[in-house]
């Protein structure tokens, strides 16, 4: 017996099925929570139950429908998500996004 | 592709390497989303449970956010805007062409959709002509089609990334086809819109087609000309207000360490070296910049220019995403066109050539796969992971020639030596 001989069409299909159900199993959760329907530009300035994370007001912690929390960076304009890679530190890069965008 | 040409007489089912692509593709993607379940199910939060769909920010934001500047595109007004517009004029123009109604962005979102369904249909199509059942063909394109995660990124964020992926895929798809002018001119469209397709008129210079590359730039220069006439009646000043906008596109965004886990240029290896360290990743722009178009001119003319024009096609399909000092997860819709190269020669090639072709499958597989599994201490990385295997894949591109059978297709050089002929099976390299 080949050792490829598992790749048949009909098995490639059940494959294709499963990542289909996944994937509406994701969308539908997804519509229910509606995570992207909040501007979180505004996440400094509006109420979207965001707390600050630090003494200057810079980085904020809000909560994503659905899917946890996640710490954004903000300026009085505008908010980023904060790279996580940098943990909570404000990095260079990141001073002069605030201060110019 | 020619309208005229019909389905092979003999229907044969999937090759060796498009079932273990199919079954890469499935398997990574099934994997991707059970990850993001069992890590909602378990409360672990993001990024562990980090939908495919979901980026912050609203639905279709890069599109709704320059809608309003975009209207004014045309007046005096549209140059003392507080925000930035960091996109060639040619780009600008698109924009401004796609917001002629009173709701754009549902035009636009049935632009984005239609140029999916074209994309799988075309592919469909040249399965089926190639000789693959129906069957075989639907499952393939569906696979491609569902996996599909930088078309889902481009849906979610609404990007004009489309504008380059039809001009590319158009371009290279009538390379192929050995129709060099409809090539020139959509290559050259692609150039003026996003700038790093340039890197695509290298294909014409090995086989000394120089009327051609001269068109793709005269086709790119004219398009920006005519942008620029179209934003202002003085070209020049409309000229350096641009350039100011593309330095602020290096000067923020380049440098900027955010949504790393987006970025699969070479740069944003470098920039996650750097900002673990919080070092300023701005004075490397520059430096990497002039380092990375040496090592493209010298592996240009040194490895590109001796190898086919399949391979350097896939060579230069990856150039032309990685180069860029960021380059975010929707540019990699240019790989599509290159991929359903090699799935035609997939379909050409013997069965005893197959398993030679598996590793750039199982590479493109990774690649464009949603790859919410790579998450290092609480931190995506699926940017990094994605250049490293588009390193691998130009390394295979570079090393491993492939040919192709389909008539009409471009001219193998003498020096090309095919997957699956029998200078290959030998093990001869050109």
């Not at chain 1, 300035?45 to 994370?53: A, D, I, L, Q, S």
């Not at chain 2, 129906?134 to 078309?151: D, E, F, K, V």
């Not at chain 2, 819109?193 to 793709?216: C, D, H, N, T």
């Not at chain 2, 790393?260 to 900002?275: E, I, N, P």
Request: aromatic letters at 14%; hydrophobic letters at 50%; charged letters at 15%.
């Amino acid at each position: 017996m080949r050792s490829d001989s598992f790749l048949s069409s009909k098995f490639l299909s059940i494959l294709l099925l499963l990542c289909c159900l996944l994937t509406a199993e994701e969308a539908i959760h997804l519509l229910r929570t509606h995570p992207n329907r909040l501007n979180y530009d505004q996440a400094a300035t509006k109420n979207f139950g965001c707390v600050p994370r630090d003494a200057g007001k810079r980085l904020f912690l809000c909560p994503i429908p659905g899917y946890g929390t996640m710490v954004f960076l903000c300026s009085d304009k505008h908010c980023f998500p904060k790279e996580p890679t940098t943990g909570l530190t404000i990095g260079p890069a990141e001073e002069k996004l605030l201060r110019d965008l | 592709m020619h309208s005229k040409e019909r389905y092979s007489d003999s229907t044969h089912s999937l090759p060796l390497s498009l079932r273990y692509f199919v079954f890469a593709i499935l398997s990574l993607n099934i994997f991707s989303l059970g990850y993001s379940f069992v890590a909602r199910l378990l409360g672990a939060g993001l990024p562990y449970d980090f939908p495919y769909l979901f980026t912050p920010g609203l639905f279709f934001s890069d599109f709704n956010d320059l809608v309003g500047q975009i209207s004014l595109f045309g007046t005096p007004q549209f140059f003392t805007q507080h925000r930035f517009l960091m996109y060639p004029p040619a780009a600008l123009l698109a924009l401004r062409l796609s917001c002629v109604t009173a709701h754009p962005s549902r035009p636009f979102l049935l632009l984005l959709l239609a140029s999916g369904a074209l994309f799988a249909i075309g592919f469909f199509r040249i399965m089926r002509q190639r000789g693959l059942a129906r069957s075989s063909a639907g499952l393939l394109t569906a696979s491609i089609a569902i996996t599909s995660y930088p078309y889902l990124l481009l849906l979610q964020r609404g990007n004009i990334e489309v504008y380059v992926w039809l001009a590319v895929t158009f371009g290279l798809w009538s390379f192929y086809r050995g129709n060099y002018i409809w090539a020139a001119v959509c290559i050259g469209l692609a150039t003026a819109i996003k700038m790093y397709p340039f890197v695509f008129i290298g294909l014409f210079l090995p086989q000394r087609r120089y009327r051609e590359a001269a068109l793709s730039v005269f086709t790119a220069a004219l398009v920006s000309l005519v942008a620029l006439r179209a934003m202002s009646s003085d070209i020049w000043y409309a000229f350096h207000w641009n350039r100011i906008q593309l330095e602020a596109f290096g000067k923020y965004y380049a440098a900027s360490p955010n949504s790393l886990g987006y970025d699969h240029s070479f740069f944003a290896l470098v920039k996650y070296a750097l900002v673990r360290w919080h070092v300023d990743i701005g004075p490397a722009v520059r430096p990497y910049t002039l380092i990375m178009a040496v090592i493209c001119v010298v592996l240009y003319f040194s490895r590109i220019w001796r190898i086919s024009p399949v391979n350097q096609i896939l060579a230069l399909s990856i150039l032309s995403v990685t180069i860029a000092p960021t380059s975010y997860d929707y540019t990699l819709l240019s790989l599509y066109a290159a991929l359903a190269i090699l799935c035609v020669i997939a379909v050409e090639t013997p069965a005893a050539s197959q398993s030679r072709l598996i590793p750039f499958f199982f590479l493109f597989a990774l690649v464009l796969t949603p790859e919410s599994y790579a998450v290092l201490d609480g931190a995506r990385l699926g940017g990094q992971l994605r250049a490293i295997c588009l390193l691998a894949l130009l390394v295979l591109a570079l090393c491993k020639p492939l040919i192709s059978g389909l008539t009409g297709a471009i001219d193998q050089g003498p020096n090309n030596l095919p997957i699956g002929s029998q200078s290959a099976e030998s093990g001869l390299k050109p």
